[in-house]
């Protein structure tokens, strides 16, 4: 029945061209599935050449997988190009390097002031509106303004200052440069001090704090300390004043890691929870 | 948490007259009531809807500043209670400040026989004045302070008790080592619950004596302080302090008491000095 159906087949289309079928039929006469079969033939006498070849089963040619779209790079610098394609502006150039400037000086000027997320997002963010209102546009700018905001929105403020650095770079035109690896955390820390300010102080900060002191091995190496610390001449720690000159503006209450020598070499706000103050230590070597 | 209510609303006096010990708070004089600045005006109080869960966090985690504590305090038969229990405190906050492993004890007499005399007691504010300004002697049976006198950090230890023993001369400059920075005033139920919920410990006084409270708990649904004692392990239940060791010592207040105490005037320590020799 399978060869009569076959013989039909090719009748129904003789006088056609039509590509070559290959029937691999199979002991009961059934033809054996469409695939890829390799015959080979080793010859026994050398004179002859082996063959090695693969039949299609199936006539036709199998399609390739369909090939997905290209997925465009999540870069810093393609989601930028983006944001500067989307402003509707005749005079782009020009704004743009009037914004890139602003964006240096402003950079530059509040390096050692701002340290961190929210002031450099709410200092940048103002500064773009003074530059675009006062060349009226900033409703053709819209784009770049918004999305650069979404960008910075949840950065930290490392990730904040290398990405207006590179917004600063493509205004200009050039190429952006890639972020900077993030620096490896020191492990070289021996000792830690958490400044807290008591009366700031929380039930969750006493439940970190009784994790430290609980740890027989780590409790010896934390001091934790108010800021207005004072020793016994009632002149201010002087540790502590050290530690808040490091710190600079950054917020209490905070964690600092601490070397051999005495030094401050790392600095975090405290975390949220004891298992994470413990990871955050333990990581930079207080353990 | 379940407390022994054998040990739940002591009435001071009568325990004292009873088992030979002492108590020794006196009301604060006129110009010392408004000492020590409101715990109220710059602390948040929780509401006492949050009580519950928030003492079920305390519970969860073992203990709170209980495990601070490195040994009952007994004053003996001298009524200095308001000096033992302010000691207690002091050495609480040292741990938590420096560490468990790093408390001095300290000798309470050696302030005590300044503000009082053999029977009168004395007053939990001037107490206060005292540490901010003077300090106490460490203890001349603790380790670490001979160790410290053998670094030559100071100079002077004097023994826990006995009104009558002379302090060598110089005393003060090693007193000064040892002192508070700031208190507190705690004058409601919602500020002392909030300032034991947040790890802060309390002098609170009534029936004559002082005692140090260190946890508030639930019993029943109802608000209680449990506090430390210094009449040493005769007394109270048993509890676990620093380095898991259980002892007798401690007692509860309810509600009530609590209200009593902060009536008259209850204070919360804020910081110690740190000594520059403690690393």
Not at chain 2, 79 to 104: E, H, L, N
Request: hydrophobic residues 40%; aromatic residues 8%.
């Amino acid at each position: 029945m399978r060869q009569l159906a076959i013989w039909a087949m090719l009748a129904l289309t003789s006088g056609q061209a039509f590509a070559d079928i290959t029937l691999l039929l199979g002991p009961d006469g059934n033809p054996l599935p469409n695939g890829a079969y390799r015959l080979l033939v080793i010859p026994s006498d050398a004179t002859k050449p082996p063959v090695n070849t693969v039949l299609h089963v199936g006539g036709g040619v199998t399609p390739p997988p369909p090939v997905p779209p290209p997925v465009p790079p999540d870069t810093l610098d393609a989601r930028l190009t983006l944001l500067l394609a989307a402003v509707d502006d005749p005079d782009r150039v020009a704004t743009g390097t009037k914004l890139k400037v602003a964006y240096e000086m402003t950079l530059q000027l509040t390096a050692n002031s701002i340290t961190d997320a929210n002031s450099l997002r709410g200092v940048m963010a103002g500064i773009e509106k003074g530059v675009l209102d006062s060349l009226k546009k900033t409703a053709a700018w819209q784009p770049w303004t918004a999305g650069l905001g979404e960008i910075v929105k949840p950065m930290d403020f490392s990730q904040c200052l290398t990405t207006y650095k590179a917004a600063a770079a493509k205004l200009g035109g050039g190429p952006v440069p890639p972020p900077p690896p993030p620096p490896p955390p020191v492990t070289t820390a021996v000792k830690a001090l958490i400044l807290l300010e008591t009366e700031d102080s929380t039930q969750q900060h006493e439940l970190i704090r009784q994790s430290i002191r609980a740890d027989q091995i780590l409790s010896p190496k934390v001091m934790i300390l108010d800021p207005n610390s004072k020793t016994e001449n009632d002149q201010p720690d002087p540790q502590v004043v050290a530690a808040k000159a490091y710190l600079g503006n950054r917020p209490l209450p905070r964690v600092l890691a601490i070397n051999e020598a005495g030094g401050f070499v790392d600095d975090e706000a405290l975390p949220a929870t004891p298992e994470a103050t413990k990871a955050w230590l333990a990581e930079r070597g207080v353990k | 948490m379940i407390i022994d209510s054998r040990y739940l609303d002591v009435n001071f006096a009568v325990e004292a007259e009873d088992t030979g010990n002492m108590c020794g708070m006196l009301p604060p004089p006129d110009y010392l009531s408004d000492y020590s600045p409101l715990y109220e005006a710059s602390q948040r109080i929780y509401p006492e809807d949050e009580w519950s869960d928030r003492i079920a966090a305390i519970d969860a985690s073992g203990g709170w500043t209980e495990r601070y504590i490195r040994m009952i305090l007994d004053q003996g038969r001298e009524p200095s209670c308001v000096y033992a229990a302010t000691a207690q405190a002091t050495q609480i906050i040292q741990a938590k400040q420096f560490g468990v492993d790093k408390v001095r004890f300290l000798s309470w007499i050696s302030g005590y026989r300044h503000n009082g005399s053999r029977t009168s007691g004395s007053s939990v504010p001037g107490a206060a004045v005292w540490m901010e300004g003077t300090g106490l002697q460490p203890r001349n049976d603790d380790p670490r302070v001979k160790a410290d006198i053998a670094a030559g950090f100071y100079k002077h230890a004097h023994p826990a008790t006995g009104y009558g023993t002379a302090q060598a001369s110089g005393w003060k400059e090693t007193a000064r080592h040892f002192r508070t920075h700031e208190w507190f005033k705690v004058t409601s139920v919602g500020a002392f619950v909030s300032a034991l919920i947040n790890g802060w410990v309390i002098l609170g006084g009534r029936d004559g004596h002082c005692v140090c409270h260190v946890r508030p708990m639930l019993d029943g649904g109802k608000i209680i302080s449990m506090y430390a004692n210094s009449w040493g392990t005769s007394f109270g239940a048993t509890h676990e302090i620093a380095g898991g060791v259980k002892t007798r010592g401690f007692g509860y207040d309810s509600r009530a008491k609590i209200s009593t105490m902060v009536s008259r005037g209850a204070w919360a320590i804020r910081t110690v000095i740190r000594p520059s020799w403690m690393v």
